[in-house]
């Protein structure tokens, strides 16, 4: 009896954590119990497993234990002595900044558990049954994403769309981080079918929600991975002026065709969309390169910064780049801070994967996501912080087993 108590206390820490995770990356969920007494029920839950999960664990606080500790825990303490202090409006960020960091206590809490391998594959299932239903919404629905992208757009449409479980631009574009692990994998003979269909999932999605910088970026580091592991040389030389032409030639004269031979009208709708916003001339991509420059500019007249405004529309910050944005409001500290918590999350995670994975898909990896934030207003989506502090630094697990099994097999056979 004794030992089932124990037990059931340690599995109720990773089941509370699932609870909040289901909650924090399901779009219908969110906004059923969207209210502030829901958020603060489900992040209480998330914080009761936490300390369950760490009841009889040693905490070790040191520089050892966690090189990515130190800089998370002083960028809350910063976000939220503005927040008190009043210095800028950081007060309208820091509930989602303080979101997006409780990641890294659950991956800290659950780091070395049991059940840490069975939460990971409960998140994948979450992922892939949300990604289901907006791949079929968008489809259904061809304005759906910019609908729910834009914060000018009809709130009652937004709620009808998250109602039918429709991802929002946080949750197309990050899972598009993944796409290197894929590759990787396919090349490596490693589950070459599931991989190339998490793959397509994932082009056909950010296809239909007709995001062309993000697709351009997914396709970009799609065959950046195929030429840093692909050994054929006649691959890599195609492959090379593939990646050449991605960005060299204009593809609009396709989605074009394509928009004019397709029956489906949501189709066809979806490739004359395309066809305009990846034409050269596009004024989208160009009013969204204005705003980087903007934010740019102002870092360059301001190297401390001009304060922590968020979601505004002056103060020079274009509120589309999290890094541009952030080296707006911080000056050269932000600067500072993005190399220290760049550093600190590559040597973390190599320390996790143990060998077990190669530190040039971790580059490739940390690549994407610094054009991520580039391009995208990172660090607030829900999707985005599970990914990158919670599957990703234990991917690892995932290929334990294929090393215990070609071990025995080489041991069995003398090798």
């Known amino acids: 009896m004794h030992f089932n108590r124990y037990t059931f206390i ?11 995770l289901t909650w ?8 059923v119990f969207g209210s502030v007494s829901y958020s603060v029920f489900f992040i209480a839950l998330a914080v009761v497993g936490i300390l369950l999960c760490v009841k009889n664990k040693p905490i070790d606080l040191t520089f050892s234990r966690s090189k990515l500790f130190f800089p998370v825990l002083f960028y809350m303490f910063m976000l939220t002595l503005f927040s ?5 409006n950081a007060g309208n960020y820091i509930r989602i900044s303080l979101a997006f960091c ?25 992922f892939f049954v949300t990604y289901c239903t ?24 937004q709620s009808l769309y998250a109602l039918q479980n429709i991802g929002d631009i946080g949750f197309i574009q990050s899972p598009l981080l993944l796409s290197p692990f894929l590759v990787h994998n396919v090349i490596q003979r490693k589950r070459i079918k599931l991989c190339v269909f998490l793959w397509l999932l994932l082009f056909f999605l950010v296809l239909a929600a007709s995001f062309t910088i993000a697709l351009g970026v997914f396709l970009l580091f799609t065959l ?51 066809s305009d916003s990846s034409s050269w001339g596009n004024n989208d991509v160009g009013s969204r390169f ?30 589309h780049s999290a890094i541009l944005d952030d080296l707006a409001r911080y000056g050269w500290f932000g600067l500072a801070f993005f190399i220290c918590l760049t550093i600190c999350y ?56 294929d090393e215990i099994r070609i071990a025995d097999i080489n041991l069995r056979s003398g090798k």
């Open 10 to 20: 340690d599995c109720l820490g990773p089941i509370l954590i699932c609870v909040y």
């Open 24 to 31: 924090f990356c399901t779009p219908f969920l969110r906004k």
């Open 84 to 88: 008190i202090v009043g210095i800028g």
């Open 102 to 126: 409780l990641m890294f206590f659950l991956e800290f809490a659950l780091d070395g558990s049991p059940y840490l391998k069975p939460v990971l594959y409960y998140i994948f299932f979450v």
């Open 134 to 157: 907006s791949l079929f919404g968008l489809i259904a629905n061809p304005m759906a994403a910019r609908t729910l992208t834009s914060s000018a757009a009809d709130v009652e449409l």
């Open 224 to 274: 950046i991975t195929i030429l840093v592991f692909e050994k054929n040389l006649l691959i890599k030389t195609v492959l090379f002026f593939a990646l050449m032409g991605l960005w060299l030639i204009d593809f609009s004269w396709l989605f074009s065709l394509l928009s004019q031979v397709i029956p489906n009208d949501s189709i066809a709708e979806k490739m004359i969309f395309l």
């Open 290 to 319: 204005d705003f980087y420059k903007m934010s740019f500019l102002t870092f360059l007249s301001n190297p401390i910064g001009v304060g922590p405004y968020y979601f505004v529309d002056s103060m020079g910050i274009g509120n």
């Open 346 to 401: 590559y040597k973390d995670v190599l320390v996790k994967w143990n060998g077990l994975l190669k530190k040039k898909i971790l580059i490739i990896f940390i690549f994407n996501y610094i054009v991520f934030l580039l391009l995208n207003p990172g660090f607030r989506f829900a999707s985005e912080s599970i990914i990158v502090m919670l599957l990703v630094p234990h991917l690892h697990l995932f290929y334990k087993n």
